[in-house]
């Protein structure tokens, strides 16, 4: 009765320590008043989320003029919810931490009536909007204005009222509003009113941020852990239940007094802004954010850079407390164990410690400060004694057994361990582990393996080991008959260490043997495992991933067929009820749908495909390939299985690296003669099916190809028989079967040709976790799996009617003799053969080596893509150019992911080509930076492989330093320009100055000046000052930048730079003439403008220097043979002295006076010409001057 009560005593006391748990008092600040904005928060308070994490949230209620940011800094509030500026206070020094973005799309815009005609962004100058503090600093609203060349300064700022009569009654212009609230309420009241939204003007930011201080993160991790996820918790109740929500709020939070009405559209609005583009409440995308970033810096909103990853809450953040930190301060270094030979996970090697286990642990140690000695030369028998003893710490790569907990404490595992039975190759016997009852096998002294055969299968003669090189060595030596070790492990040692009467026999199936690896730690120390345990949270999927490329490859995935997926794509396969495929339903024996079932050899690649990930491909049944195009352009379905790269479909799909590959045949009657190489017959009519890529594969590398489109391989065929075209070109697996089946024995596939069909799986573009997906997926397939569906869909059969029996009763002695002297003489030739080869091949080596020793000493970024635009190599300059940490990085991807968007469409276009000239284009780095770049791309070949070569020069430094020079080009050009004004304004300004001279002496002689004079006098000085009006007009237009190209006429181009300049020439005597035709051209005019001034002052100054009595400037316009325009300005000036007319266009170079020339204005005029707007300036000597020559 004792015991019970005792029992019963403890059993009340753990439940009152559960119930009684101190809360902990926490405050979020709303930044709007009530309504469903918040509703998310309401419902974690309402519905005990809060209360189940032991935590008292307050909900402060919005107040005028408050300062959300600064109150969170404060710790005045916990929390706080924020607008798009947010990111703009991490900017300027505010340590905040962004927790969720609860809407994807912003709720804030503006609302006008319209009755107020107010059409669009420019019609707000000087109107009247109701805006608080706190919607000002929103750069949504912001950016918007400025996109359309206003502010708020260029308004009257009214303070918001919340009363949208004001909006009615016509006491403001224009009202900050949620798009989920007011515009219901002018609904109601069936008044017509015009919204203005950020995102309709490329401005979709994210709003209503939760975030934190980052002390609030440091000094509570789980605190705020437990916040955010029941917060989110809330949010996803309230969606899912918002009419309930919307109760509840009307009863607790209604200060507004909105009708049930307004609120339910409120909800149904938030909704569609809470999932815009995401199924993942409160998601943060760090490419988006970046995007915001950009757009706040390029506003001047910006101090500072931002790293993402510290703006961003991760769980990896909260790894480590107080209490942990100073635990790991105040220990020396931990003791880790490092095994013999136990590759490669962890082994030793000339005393350095390696594997896979080796560098988790260093990643991890990093990750969390731990600072660690490796123990070696010890078995593995021995390291469990020494963590018995405390000698060591950890033991890096150890099996959770319960004989062990005693002693140890284990984390999560890290890694999945392939029990696998080795035996000699010549047994036969053992196939399974049931077959080792009564059998000897070897397994290490303490390894788990050896418990596990005593527990499950005491009928196994167990043999102990040192480690596991002795348990195969004792197999291999007949000691043994089988060895239990992990399939890596194994593999590694005999590799190594030359043992090759070894195989491996089965991976065992048994539950009881599938096992992980795990840290293991000091029973005595609790709070190593749980800093151990964090830090194998902080190791990201990625991270992971490279360690396992790093020591397994891709030997693990396709043995056992676990594909190591990532923690994203995980989700995404258990999210993802059906992929959805259109396929070529006339493709057969390939692809086909027959009776509405997909059939073929690609079928049965999908069928493998779709085990793996287990998710159902569903067929969407098309009539065409075609019209499987055109559904995947439209979303209708989600994947093309057998689809090749082309440069128009990478608009709409990626692709997945080939993993079908089918030589192209030809087609013909049977009394064409055979086809060696597709020159022979380039010139005919050749028919290939309608959207198929073979069309582009075949017209970019023969451009004067004639093809003929068909809707399938049969009806092409049909036309060949009828003579309508030459032949037809595909696999030759579609045309022998069409050919078979359809009976078309007049034909014959007459050849095959030298280019391939490199198929992958097409994979609609805004589907990129689905494209990682089916990669992985695709590099598991074995030469054998790809063998055995290959034979199942392509055989053939010859029946040529020869009487065998009497063939091999006569023919096979002769043959017999025939065969071995055959073989003799070419046993003879082979050797010397394949002496020759190894000589070949040991000076391609070194050529490849002196090759690839060559491409690393260049300066320039060389990069080798494959025919479908793959990397396959890069040099080092590349990595270093585009901030990559390795090859390994680059290696696989599409060119394209080098580009910047706004630069691919140009830079296909000359991908395509191959003159192999230089071109500009816009480049991206790993980092986002865009950065402008000239590139070169030749086509070759390597091994019988098309490829292609393209090497970049960053030019960056050269284009800061351009636009130095135009700045400085313009700043002398605008000197030169205020000496026209002084000219241009010296006539009217002396016709002023006489008029006024003219009154002076009226007045002075007391005579009486009438209405008349007064008004001559005062339409002068009007024309006086229009004109000097005018003049300042016509300079001020000349220095508005063009940011485009526009059409404009050379003739006024040329008349408007002669009247800027005119007075000057009549100051000196300069004659002018012109011979103009009227031709109109696409460039920039005011730049245009600018070479002339440049070229024509040059020439004024040179005359001027000679003192010539007749002094003249010649400019003519015509048409070349091409029809381009051509300007060319002529003087008689005297030349150019034939030394130094080659360096006229270098930067900095003048025969004048530095006082009077920069020496930049004609090498900005060449660049303005020629690179600018595509045409040529050439100079050459005259009888008496110079000729400038324009070609545009």
């Given at each position: 009765?004792k015991?019970?009560?005792?029992?019963?005593y403890?059993?009340?006391?753990?439940?009152?320590?559960?119930?009684?748990?101190?809360?902990?008092?926490?405050?979020?600040?709303?930044?709007?008043?009530?309504?469903?904005?918040?509703?998310?928060?309401?419902?974690?308070?309402?519905?005990?989320?809060?209360?189940?994490?032991?935590?008292?949230?307050?909900?402060?209620?919005?107040?005028?003029?408050?300062?959300?940011?600064?109150?969170?800094?404060?710790n005045?509030?916990?929390?706080?919810?924020?607008?798009?500026?947010?990111?703009?206070?991490?900017?300027?020094?505010?340590?905040?931490i962004?927790?969720a973005?609860?809407?994807?799309?912003?709720?804030?815009?503006?609302?006008?009536?319209?009755?107020?005609?107010?059409?669009?962004i420019?019609?707000?100058?000087?109107?009247?909007?109701?805006?608080?503090?706190?919607?000002?600093?929103t750069?949504?609203?912001?950016?918007?204005?400025?996109s359309?060349?206003?502010?708020?300064?260029?308004?009257?700022?009214?303070?918001?009222?919340?009363?949208?009569?004001?909006?009615?009654n016509?006491?403001?212009?224009?009202?900050?509003?949620?798009?989920?609230?007011?515009?219901?309420?002018?609904?109601?009241?069936?008044?017509?009113?015009?919204?203005?939204?950020?995102?309709?003007?490329?401005?979709?930011?994210?709003?209503?941020?939760?975030?934190?201080?980052?002390?609030?993160?440091?000094?509570?991790?789980?605190?705020?852990?437990?916040?955010?996820?029941?917060?989110?918790?809330?949010?996803?109740?309230?969606?899912?239940?918002?009419?309930?929500?919307?109760?509840?709020i009307?009863?607790k939070?209604?200060?507004?007094?909105?009708?049930?009405?307004?609120?339910?559209?409120?909800?149904?609005?938030?909704?569609?802004?809470?999932?815009?583009n995401?199924?993942?409440?409160?998601?943060?995308?760090?490419?988006?954010?970046?995007?915001?970033?950009?757009?706040?810096?390029?506003?001047?909103?910006?101090?500072?850079?931002i790293?993402?990853?510290e703006?961003?809450?991760?769980?990896?953040?909260?790894?480590?407390?107080?209490?942990?930190?100073?635990?790991?301060?105040?220990?020396?270094?931990?003791?880790?164990?490092?095994?013999?030979?136990?590759?490669?996970?962890?082994?030793?090697?000339?005393?350095?410690?390696?594997?896979?286990?080796?560098?988790?642990?260093?990643l991890?140690?990093?990750?969390?400060?731990?600072?660690?000695?490796?123990?070696s030369d010890?078995?593995?028998?021995?390291?469990?004694?020494?963590?018995?003893?405390?000698?060591?710490?950890?033991?890096?790569?150890?099996?959770?057994?319960?004989?062990?907990?005693?002693?140890?404490?284990?984390?999560?595992?890290?890694?999945?361990?392939?029990?696998?039975?080795f035996?000699?190759?010549?047994?036969?016997?053992?196939?399974?582990?049931?077959?080792?009852?009564?059998?000897?096998?070897?397994?290490?002294?303490?390894?788990?393996?050896h418990?596990?055969?005593?527990?499950?299968?005491?009928k196994?003669?167990?043999?102990?080991?040192?480690?596991?090189?002795?348990?195969?060595?004792a197999?291999?030596?007949?000691?043994?008959?089988?060895?239990?070790?992990?399939?890596?492990?194994?593999?590694?040692?005999?590799?190594?260490?030359?043992?090759?009467?070894?195989?491996?026999?089965?991976?065992?199936?048994?539950?009881?043997?599938?096992?992980?690896?795990?840290?293991?730690?000091?029973?005595?120390?609790?709070?190593?495992?749980?800093?151990?345990?964090?830090?194998i949270?902080?190791?990201?999927?990625?991270?992971?991933?490279?360690?396992?490329?790093?020591?397994?490859?891709?030997?693990?995935?396709?043995?056992?067929?676990?594909?190591?997926?990532?923690?994203?794509?995980?989700?995404?396969?258990?999210?993802?009820?059906?992929?959805?495929?259109?396929?070529?339903?006339?493709?057969?024996?390939?692809?086909?749908?027959?009776?509405?079932?997909?059939?073929?050899?690609?079928a049965?690649?999908?069928?493998?495909?779709?085990?793996?990930?287990?998710?159902?491909?569903?067929?969407?049944?098309?009539?065409s390939?075609?019209?499987?195009?055109?559904?995947?352009?439209?979303?209708?379905?989600?994947?093309l299985?057998?689809?090749a790269?082309?440069f128009?479909?990478?608009?709409y799909?990626?692709?997945?690296?080939?993993?079908?590959?089918?030589?192209?045949?030809?087609?013909?009657?049977?009394?064409?003669?055979?086809?060696?190489?597709f020159?022979?017959?380039?010139?005919?009519?050749?028919g290939?099916?309608?959207?198929?890529?073979?069309?582009?594969?075949?017209?970019?590398?023969?451009?004067?190809?004639?093809?003929?489109?068909?809707?399938?391989?049969?009806?092409?065929?049909?036309?060949?028989?009828?003579?309508?075209?030459?032949?037809?070109?595909?696999?030759?697996?579609?045309?022998?079967?069409?050919?078979?089946?359809?009976?078309?024995?007049?034909?014959?596939?007459?050849?095959?040709?030298?280019?391939?069909?490199?198929?992958?799986?097409?994979?609609?573009?805004?589907?990129?976790?689905?494209?990682?997906?089916?990669?992985?997926?695709?590099?598991?397939?074995?030469?054998?799996?790809?063998?055995?569906?290959?034979?199942?869909?392509?055989?053939?059969?010859?029946?040529r009617?020869?009487?065998?029996n009497?063939?091999?009763?006569?023919?096979?002695?002769?043959?017999?003799?025939?065969i071995?002297?055959?073989?003799y003489?070419?046993?003879?030739?082979?050797?010397?053969?394949?002496?020759?080869?190894?000589?070949?091949?040991?000076?391609?080596?070194?050529?490849?080596?002196?090759?690839?020793?060559?491409?690393?000493?260049t300066?320039?970024?060389?990069?080798?893509?494959?025919?479908?635009?793959?990397?396959?190599?890069?040099?080092?300059?590349?990595?270093?150019?585009?901030?990559?940490?390795?090859?390994?990085?680059?290696?696989?991807?599409?060119?394209?992911?080098?580009?910047?968007?706004?630069?691919?469409?140009?830079?296909?276009?000359?991908?395509?080509?191959?003159?192999?000239?230089p071109?500009?284009?816009?480049?991206?780095?790993?980092?986002?930076?865009?950065?402008p770049?000239?590139?070169?791309?030749?086509?070759?070949?390597?091994g019988?492989?098309?490829?292609?070569?393209?090497?970049?020069?960053?030019?960056?430094?050269?284009?800061?330093?351009?636009?130095l020079?135009?700045?400085?080009?313009?700043?002398a050009?605008?000197?030169?320009?205020?000496?026209?004004?002084?000219?241009?304004?010296?006539?009217?300004?002396?016709?002023?100055?006489?008029?006024?001279?003219?009154?002076e002496?009226?007045?002075?002689?007391?005579?009486?000046?009438?209405?008349?004079?007064?008004?001559?006098?005062?339409?002068?000085?009007?024309?006086?000052?229009n004109?000097?009006?005018?003049?300042i007009?016509?300079?001020?237009?000349?220095?508005?930048?063009?940011?485009?190209?526009?059409?404009?006429?050379?003739?006024?181009?040329?008349?408007?730079?002669?009247?800027?300049?005119?007075?000057?020439?009549?100051?000196?005597?300069?004659?002018?003439?012109?011979?103009?035709?009227?031709?109109?051209?696409?460039?920039?005019?005011?730049?245009?403008?600018?070479v002339?001034?440049?070229?024509?002052?040059?020439?004024?100054?040179?005359?001027?220097?000679?003192?010539?009595?007749?002094?003249?400037?010649?400019?003519?316009?015509?048409?070349?043979?091409?029809?381009?325009?051509?300007?060319?300005?002529?003087?008689?000036?005297?030349?150019?002295?034939?030394?130094?007319?080659?360096?006229?266009?270098?930067?900095?170079?003048?025969?004048?006076?530095?006082?009077?020339?920069?020496?930049?204005?004609?090498?900005?005029s060449?660049?303005?010409?020629?690179?600018?707007?595509?045409?040529?300036?050439?100079?050459?000597?005259?009888?008496?001057?110079?000729?400038?020559?324009?070609?545009?």
């Amino acid at each position: 009765m004792k015991h019970k009560l005792i029992l019963v005593y403890i059993f009340f006391f753990a439940i009152s320590v559960n119930i009684f748990a101190k809360e902990e008092k926490i405050s979020l600040q709303l930044q709007w008043l009530d309504q469903f904005q918040f509703a998310g928060y309401y419902m974690a308070k309402e519905k005990g989320f809060y209360k189940n994490v032991n935590l008292d949230v307050t909900l402060k209620k919005f107040k005028k003029n408050i300062n959300i940011v600064d109150e969170v800094i404060s710790n005045t509030v916990q929390y706080g919810i924020g607008r798009s500026s947010l990111i703009m206070n991490k900017s300027n020094g505010k340590d905040i931490i962004a927790l969720a973005a609860i809407f994807q799309s912003s709720p804030l815009v503006f609302l006008t009536l319209e009755s107020s005609n107010i059409q669009n962004i420019s019609d707000f100058r000087n109107k009247r909007i109701m805006i608080t503090d706190d919607a000002m600093g929103t750069t949504s609203l912001k950016a918007m204005l400025i996109s359309k060349g206003l502010s708020f300064e260029d308004t009257i700022i009214q303070k918001h009222s919340f009363d949208i009569n004001d909006l009615i009654n016509h006491k403001t212009d224009i009202m900050a509003s949620y798009i989920s609230n007011q515009p219901f309420i002018l609904e109601q009241k069936n008044i017509k009113y015009k919204i203005f939204a950020p995102k309709d003007y490329g401005f979709n930011f994210y709003n209503d941020y939760l975030f934190t201080s980052n002390n609030e993160l440091q000094y509570h991790p789980k605190r705020l852990q437990n916040f955010l996820d029941a917060s989110l918790k809330g949010w996803q109740y309230a969606f899912n239940n918002i009419e309930e929500s919307v109760d509840i709020i009307l009863e607790k939070y209604n200060s507004q007094g909105k009708s049930k009405e307004a609120l339910i559209f409120e909800a149904q609005t938030l909704k569609k802004l809470a999932f815009h583009n995401t199924d993942k409440l409160g998601s943060i995308s760090k490419k988006k954010l970046n995007r915001i970033y950009d757009i706040h810096s390029l506003m001047g909103l910006t101090k500072n850079n931002i790293d993402m990853n510290e703006f961003l809450y991760s769980y990896s953040k909260s790894s480590l407390n107080k209490k942990e930190k100073l635990f790991i301060k105040n220990l020396k270094k931990i003791k880790v164990h490092n095994e013999k030979n136990w590759p490669p996970y962890n082994f030793n090697e000339h005393g350095i410690p390696k594997g896979f286990s080796i560098d988790y642990m260093d990643l991890l140690a990093k990750k969390i400060g731990l600072s660690i000695e490796y123990v070696s030369d010890n078995s593995w028998e021995q390291y469990l004694e020494m963590i018995k003893n405390k000698d060591i710490d950890i033991m890096l790569n150890i099996v959770n057994m319960p004989i062990r907990r005693d002693y140890i404490n284990f984390t999560s595992s890290y890694s999945k361990l392939l029990p696998s039975i080795f035996t000699r190759k010549d047994n036969k016997k053992i196939k399974g582990i049931n077959d080792l009852d009564g059998k000897v096998v070897a397994v290490p002294k303490g390894f788990y393996t050896h418990t596990l055969l005593e527990k499950y299968y005491p009928k196994v003669k167990v043999k102990q080991t040192e480690d596991i090189l002795q348990a195969l060595q004792a197999v291999a030596f007949k000691k043994a008959d089988a060895a239990i070790s992990d399939f890596a492990v194994a593999n590694f040692l005999l590799e190594k260490n030359g043992i090759t009467n070894l195989k491996a026999v089965i991976n065992i199936i048994d539950k009881n043997f599938q096992k992980t690896l795990t840290l293991g730690s000091r029973k005595d120390l609790p709070m190593l495992r749980d800093v151990l345990q964090k830090g194998i949270n902080s190791i990201n999927d990625e991270e992971l991933l490279n360690l396992r490329r790093k020591w397994f490859g891709h030997k693990l995935e396709v043995l056992n067929k676990e594909v190591f997926f990532t923690k994203n794509e995980k989700e995404f396969i258990q999210k993802t009820k059906i992929i959805k495929m259109c396929v070529d339903p006339l493709w057969a024996p390939l692809e086909s749908i027959e009776n509405g079932q997909y059939k073929g050899m690609i079928a049965d690649y999908m069928s493998y495909f779709s085990k793996l990930m287990d998710i159902p491909f569903h067929l969407v049944q098309t009539s065409s390939w075609q019209q499987s195009l055109e559904f995947i352009k439209d979303k209708k379905c989600d994947i093309l299985p057998a689809a090749a790269f082309t440069f128009e479909r990478l608009k709409y799909v990626n692709f997945t690296k080939p993993y079908l590959l089918s030589p192209f045949v030809i087609a013909t009657t049977n009394d064409k003669g055979f086809i060696e190489n597709f020159e022979q017959i380039s010139a005919k009519p050749i028919g290939m099916v309608r959207g198929y890529s073979s069309i582009d594969i075949f017209t970019n590398k023969y451009p004067n190809i004639k093809i003929i489109e068909f809707n399938s391989v049969t009806q092409a065929l049909e036309a060949v028989r009828r003579n309508e075209i030459f032949g037809v070109i595909d696999t030759a697996a579609t045309i022998g079967y069409s050919i078979n089946k359809n009976k078309l024995h007049d034909l014959k596939i007459a050849g095959k040709l030298n280019e391939t069909w490199e198929m992958g799986i097409g994979v609609r573009n805004d589907y990129t976790i689905l494209l990682s997906i089916l990669q992985k997926t695709i590099n598991t397939l074995t030469s054998k799996e790809r063998d055995e569906i290959y034979n199942n869909w392509i055989s053939v059969k010859f029946d040529r009617g020869i009487n065998y029996n009497s063939f091999l009763r006569i023919g096979i002695p002769i043959i017999s003799i025939l065969i071995i002297i055959i073989f003799y003489l070419w046993n003879i030739k082979l050797k010397k053969e394949i002496k020759n080869k190894r000589h070949l091949e040991k000076k391609l080596k070194a050529s490849i080596n002196d090759f690839k020793m060559l491409v690393n000493s260049t300066l320039e970024a060389i990069f080798i893509f494959d025919k479908n635009g793959y990397c396959i190599e890069a040099n080092n300059e590349a990595i270093k150019l585009f901030s990559f940490d390795s090859p390994s990085e680059i290696l696989g991807e599409h060119v394209l992911r080098l580009i910047d968007e706004n630069s691919r469409a140009d830079t296909i276009i000359n991908l395509r080509g191959r003159k192999g000239e230089p071109y500009e284009a816009n480049l991206i780095k790993k980092d986002k930076t865009v950065f402008p770049g000239l590139i070169k791309s030749i086509h070759s070949t390597r091994g019988h492989k098309y490829i292609k070569i393209i090497s970049i020069i960053d030019l960056s430094d050269l284009k800061e330093k351009e636009s130095l020079l135009f700045q400085q080009s313009k700043m002398a050009l605008m000197g030169e320009m205020m000496s026209a004004i002084a000219h241009q304004w010296r006539q009217p300004l002396n016709a002023i100055a006489a008029l006024n001279l003219k009154v002076e002496t009226l007045l002075e002689f007391n005579e009486t000046i009438n209405a008349e004079q007064y008004s001559t006098v005062g339409k002068e000085v009007g024309t006086q000052l229009n004109y000097m009006s005018k003049t300042i007009d016509d300079f001020r237009d000349f220095f508005v930048p063009n940011k485009r190209k526009v059409n404009f006429s050379i003739s006024k181009a040329i008349k408007d730079v002669y009247d800027m300049l005119s007075p000057q020439f009549k100051t000196y005597d300069i004659i002018v003439t012109m011979d103009t035709q009227s031709i109109t051209v696409c460039g920039y005019p005011n730049e245009f403008k600018q070479v002339l001034i440049n070229i024509i002052n040059n020439s004024k100054d040179a005359i001027l220097s000679k003192k010539r009595k007749n002094k003249y400037i010649h400019i003519k316009v015509e048409k070349d043979i091409e029809k381009k325009a051509l300007i060319s300005i002529s003087d008689n000036g005297g030349g150019i002295e034939e030394d130094i007319i080659s360096k006229i266009y270098d930067p900095y170079f003048t025969t004048k006076f530095k006082s009077q020339g920069t020496g930049i204005g004609l090498y900005m005029s060449k660049m303005i010409i020629e690179k600018s707007m595509s045409g040529k300036l050439s100079v050459s000597n005259s009888k008496d001057g110079v000729i400038f020559e324009i070609l545009i």
